[in-house]
C-alpha cells in the first residue's frame, strides 16, 4: 500500500488549498483515513478523518467550519479542503490509513510522504 499526499503550497492568510491522498490497492475503500500535520518544532497533530464510507467525519476544533474532508472511492482518493487558511496552518500534511475510525495517530498503519502548507500572513 502506497499514499501519496499531494497539493500543498504558498498561500496567503485567508487562502484556501486542496490536498489530495491518492492511494494503491484496491482495499483502500474499506480504510478510514486521516490527516495530521507536523509543524517545525512541534508535535504531530490530529486534522480530519473520514470513515470508509464517507459517512463520519471528524475534525480537530482548530480546523472545524475551515477545513473539509471527502473521499472517492473510485478514485482511491481522500481530500482535505482548506479554506479560510492561517499562519498557524502552516506544516507537514500527511495522509494515513487505519482499520479504526480515530484521531489516534499510533492507530495509523501507512502514511504518505508529507505536502508542506506555507500561509503566510
Known amino acids: 500500500v502506497q499514499l501519496q499526499a499531494s497539493g500543498g503550497g504558498l498561500v496567503q492568510a485567508g487562502g484556501s488549498l486542496r490536498l489530495s491522498c491518492a492511494a494503491s490497492g484496491r482495499t483502500f475503500s474499506s480504510y478510514a483515513v486521516g490527516w495530521f500535520r507536523q509543524a517545525p518544532g512541534k508535535e504531530r497533530e490530529f486534522v480530519a478523518a473520514i470513515s470508509w464510507s464517507g459517512g463520519s467525519t471528524y475534525y480537530a476544533d482548530s480546523v472545524k467550519g475551515r477545513f473539509a474532508i471527502s473521499r472517492d472511492n473510485a478514485k482511491n482518493t481522500v481530500y482535505l479542503q482548506m479554506n479560510g487558511l492561517e499562519p498557524e496552518d502552516t506544516a507537514v500534511y500527511y495522509c494515513?490509513?487505519?482499520?479504526?475510525?480515530?484521531?489516534?495517530?499510533?492507530?495509523?498503519?501507512?502514511w504518505g510522504q508529507g505536502t508542506q502548507v506555507t500561509v503566510s500572513s
Open positions: 494515513a490509513r487505519t482499520s479504526h475510525f480515530t484521531v489516534v495517530a499510533g492507530s495509523y498503519d501507512y
